[in-house]
């Protein structure tokens, strides 16, 4: 299969800007060639014509909790822990494998059609995800969410998370990897991260946790250990592992250097830190001190959707408050988080994230004949600043079109809503 | 003209949450009736299918400078008075009335797609933006905005504030409201203040000013006058007319119990105010001390687009992070600021804002079957945390519509788009 995206305007990578007009060649699961300027010889299985659109990377959100897209909008406005004391848990014992299924479903559509192509989710019923994803075409790092704090819960939590792993990691042609989720240093103990640690290292596949979210889980952890939760982690040994570590919104200098040396990446939840009043992360700073930054949205539950546009703009612009410089997080940078930086979280670094000769093809379109693009002096600026969810015209995964010209190819939306328009009513 | 919208979610007034089901009557250029569980009389003129749609009251942007959206995207990321300096106004003195018309028709095509029904706006060449809003259908209250550091521009900008506004109040069938704009405290002196209140006094109009947008601004202006700007406002008896201060960002406790003991209205824009890394304004605090608080995009010059719902979600969020309380500012308080609170700031406060019977039928309904509102528990949590602009259906301001299924009804957005972008490659 050979596809020929002519005449579009091009990014890339962020850091090089915009090329006006170029055409991208795709050939089976890679891009093979971005022309700018002379012929590009056929013959073409596909041609999709590119005038008026944007190409970019596919987006990454690299923090979900997919299935959580039943609680969208549920009992919102309420602090945390009675948000999920009344609300959520109560309404989480009743979720089965098939409800898990649907609502994943739910989430890859949203997903699609605000141009995400990758992600990283942890959840229940992981392997109800996985189907749902192998199904949907995208690409995905998928965990099964370890909480055990009592001790007879740690033998069943990881089995199940361990044989998880085992089935689904490199299954989908690839698209779907597995990683370990003990779910935080304060809802597992030292033996369920050694033991997760020692088995990420047999299976070679990363970790993804949540860290540092709220202050009061950060000073109530410090005053129990005598460390923060970084450095508990680091002792521990986590860290040799690769990890993708959500929220850190509460870091202490200390804590940044541990994260910049061993690698971590650092996932930014920005609605979800701003809904939840967790607070705002340190993004500049970590960045400065050489860690991986990527995006994400925490699950639709709490954040609202899933819509990776609206967390870049978030992004850049919290950046700027936090930090009292106009300059930081400019736009470009706001989409190497949502780009390449979110790949190389989900361990995809050196395959994804770019479009050039080589890598995997996963990239999006975006209808630039929208009036809140005009005039258009710089379509970078106005991805991150102006851009929409409903701009996404085009996706693909592993050169799969999962999105033509807003149809979508591999889901069935209309089925897939009236599903879960029936089992919500359970839920109410 | 009778016209039924029938069998239609509503939010009438946000306090009083979402009707299912009714049927909302639209009599010339009111709103006639809400009726729910009952069959409605007929004939109609015009039958509107409402299902699967929320009708809300039409949104109110009330601090714009309409016409530049010709800068969108333009040099981003700079410090604003760089910004301003090296990029905005070298190009600004390259205007043109015929510029500014059809750059506010760029925005007003914007406006009416994301749901804007009624806005405040402040710029140059009034008469040329007064006609596009005639034009367009919208209600608006326009402003010349008087810049006078010298005393010798006091003279002609005080003529051209006042001849606009004597030409242009009440036009358009009562559409077009004029108010007074001195640009701010540290760009005009007493003399136009004093001159701009006895003017307004005598034609019975408010004033839209810029207050305390930056910290610098306010540190400056108390070094020099030993005052805060609000503070030197309120001797000068500015609030002693309606007054709309845009921004409100850096103020005293002292300075929120006179803004609430005038009625002066607060416009927060948070988009503008993190990108250009003003700060945070007090928005529950100025709610609590009985200010009328509203909100609008500012310019999509520096703040990227004129989309209400985003500045919303946007007004949620970051009052639950400045407060530390995930309770502050819930979605139904997002929506009366940008609705009734609106419309309270524009002057319209007894004849518009909610659904109503005897209200002017300003209005617009939303698409619920966007996989993003799924599964729906709370239409009106969703609107704010997962609504989009493309979301936005049907627009009508004074019974006549704008928007009927995402056609324009007013407007030529092909002719519009056109002219800009032939436009706009004089100010590369």
């Known amino acids: 299969m050979r596809v020929l995206i002519r005449g579009v305007a091009v990014i890339p ?13 795709i050939e089976g699961r890679r891009f093979s060639a971005v022309v700018v300027g002379e012929e590009v010889q ?24 997919l299935a959580m897209t039943l609680f969208r909008g549920l009992a919102q406005d309420r602090p945390l822990m009675d948000w999920l004391e009344k609300e959520v848990w109560p309404r989480e014992k009743k979720l089965t494998g098939e409800i898990v299924h649907w609502f994943s479903l ?6 699609i059609r605000s141009g995400t192509t990758a992600f990283a989710d942890m959840y229940f019923f992981m392997e109800e995800v996985a189907e749902a994803v192998e199904k949907a075409g ?66 070679r596949i990363p970790i993804h946790t949540h860290l540092a979210e709220t202050r009061e889980e950060v000073e109530r952890f410090r005053a129990e250990t005598g460390r923060s939760p970084v450095e508990w982690l680091e002792e521990l040994g986590v860290f040799g592992v690769p990890t993708l570590a959500a929220h850190c919104v509460h870091l202490s200098e200390k804590d940044i250097e541990i994260l910049a040396a061993h690698g971590v990446s650092a996932v930014h939840c920005p609605t979800s830190n701003l809904k939840l009043a967790c607070g705002i992360a340190p993004v500049v700073e970590m960045l400065k001190g050489g860690a991986n930054v990527c995006l994400g949205t925490d699950g ?44 190389a979280a989900l361990g995809w670094g050196k395959d994804l994230g770019t479009i050039e000769s080589g890598r995997r093809a996963d990239g999006i379109m975006l209808n630039l004949a929208q009036v809140h693009w005009f005039p258009n002096h710089d379509p970078l600026a106005n991805l991150v600043y102006a851009g929409q969810a409903a701009d996404v015209d085009t996706v693909f995964v592993d050169g799969r079109f999962l999105l033509i010209g807003g149809e979508l190819q591999t889901l069935d939306e209309e089925e897939i809503l009236g599903r879960c328009r029936e089992l919500a009513k359970r839920f109410k």
Chains 1, 2 share one sequence.
């Open 138 to 203: 995208l690409r995905a790092l998928l965990s099964y969410g370890i909480i055990a704090p009592k001790p007879e819960r740690i033998e069943p939590e990881l089995k199940k998370a361990e044989s998880f792993a085992r089935e689904w990691d490199g299954k989908a042609e690839g698209r779907i990897r597995a990683a370990l989720s003990p779910h935080a240093p304060y809802t597992c103990g030292p033996e369920v991260w050694k033991r997760t640690v020692a088995l990420a290292r047999e299976l």
């Open 300 to 343: 639709a539950g709490s954040a609202g959707d899933l819509n990776m546009i609206e967390e870049m703009r978030l992004a850049a612009l919290l950046a700027k408050v936090h930090t009292g410089d106009p300059q930081a997080l400019p736009a470009p940078e706001a989409l190497s988080m949502a780009t390449w930086r979110g790949a």
């Open 106 to 111: 739910l989430g890859l559509v949203e997903m």
């Open 13 to 25: 990578r962020p850091e090089a800007g915009v090329i006006p007009k170029a055409d991208v060649v």
């Open 42 to 65: 056929g013959p073409f299985d596909r041609v999709i014509e590119g005038e008026g659109k944007l190409l970019i990377p596919g987006l990454v959100n690299a923090h979900t909790h």
